[in-house]
């Protein structure tokens, strides 16, 4: 029995990335010329996997990333279930010192194990896993071998410590960059993590960047 493959990326840069501007899951921001070209850098690494599902949140940063991939006529679904936290009213908004604070307060609740509270007018961690677990489920009888997800960083640190069992409060653990790559390896029902927050990839994006910006006779 082949074993499935489950690789799990972040979507590539957007505006709101590099400027330091809350997106969630409320901003259906679209990559900038940097986070193409992690895209691309992406697909010419790993176009020579075999994917047969790919699986996306229902915001076009994630699409977009994975557009090369899905020209290829891949089997692809998308799922609200996979959308980034909802950050409630700081969407959108450059953060203050003073939202900061809270916001860096409000994680360490979330590390001592109070996954239930919220930002105000945004989700917790734990309704977040809860609208995850219809996609995982989705996922697990999924009977692909090779499956890419592209979704977002919050995002894939809750489903991670769904898939790998760990306890939500760990979800900090799971650090995440622009177009990083988890790779995990399903044994029965146990994941094996392979790559964490893997970005060997990206090394040939400047040059696809440049390469965008040629001027073409």
Known sequence: MSSK??????????????QGIVQGSGVDSSLNAMGRAQAKAFFNAYQSVPFDKIYTSKLKRTMETVADFLSLGIQHESYAGLNEISWG???GQKITPEEDAYY???????Q??????RIEGGESPDEVALRQKPVIEKIMA???ENILICMHGRAIRILLCQLLHYPMKSMDMFEHANLCLYQLEQTNQMFLLHKYN???????AEQFLEFAFQVKP
């Open 198 to 204: 893997e970005t060997s990839h990206l090394k040939n």
């Open 89 to 91: 009213s700081n969407e």
């Open 5 to 18: 493959k489950i690789y799990i990326i972040r979507h590539g840069q957007t505006d709101f990335n590099l």
């Open 104 to 110: 860096h307060w409000m994680i360490e609740q979330w």
């Open 142 to 144: 999924d009977q692909s």
């Open 112 to 117: 001592h194990g109070n996954t239930s509270l």
